[in-house]
Every structure is written in C-alpha cells, then in structure tokens.
C-alpha cells in the first residue's frame, strides 16, 4: 500500500448501535437522559459486541443483514447494559478522547532471515 493510499473500512455495527443508543435515550425521561454520555454507551456496548467489518459495498450490505438478523437481540441488550452502567455513576468526570490528526500503523516486513518495522502514518 502506498503512503498516499487510504484505508477503507468500516465496523458495520458502529452505525446500528449509534442508532439503538439514540432510541433507548429517546424513551427515558428527560431529566434520566440528560445524565448519559451517548459515547459511554457506544463504546460500552461496542466493546461487547462482536466486530462486523466491511470493505466493500457487497461486504457493507452482508454486514449489516448479519447485524440486523443474527445479532439484533445482543445489540439491543449491550445498549440496555450500558446505559445501566452508565446510570450507576451520572457525576463521574471523565476527560473525552481527542482524536488524533494521524494514525500510526505499524507493518513488519520480513526479508531474508530478519524483520524490518516500518511506521505509516494516514
């Protein structure tokens, strides 16, 4: 891959649960929903799920019908249980993530009998 190229991927199940997240706060009360953090709840159930990647529009398509048929049940319940995990501590501070300008992608090449590290940065 040249230094110029970018990469094209997606985690298909990121788009369906910010969309489950947005529909369960939608149901609690307002003064509830104002306590939760939506990212604390994305990531929370994300990192309970498993990843469902894409690289093409055919891949993005068989994805998401994986997501929707097969693991609908398990989204719908990582949400419920993190918003729960989020409600049990409504003060707690956190710093939010900054995201970062570049991302550093480290490949091995391996040539002859040693390895060599090359860093990209996109």
Do not use: C
């Amino acid at each position: 891959m040249s230094r110029n190229q970018s990469l094209n991927y997606i985690n298909v199940l990121e788009i369906i649960v910010i969309e489950e997240v947005e529909r369960q706060i939608a149901k609690l009360s307002p003064h509830l929903a104002k306590y939760i953090n939506p990212e604390q709840v994305i990531a929370y159930a994300l990192n309970r799920l498993p990843s469902l990647y894409a690289t093409s529009e055919e891949g993005w398509r068989r994805q998401q019908l994986k997501a929707k048929t097969e693991l609908k049940n398990q989204i719908v319940m990582a949400v419920r249980q993190g918003l729960a995990a989020v409600q049990k501590d409504p003060l707690k501070v956190t710093t939010p993530l900054k995201m970062r300008g570049n991302l550093e992608i480290a490949s091995y090449n391996v040539e002859g009998n040693h390895r060599t590290q090359q860093k990209k940065y996109f």
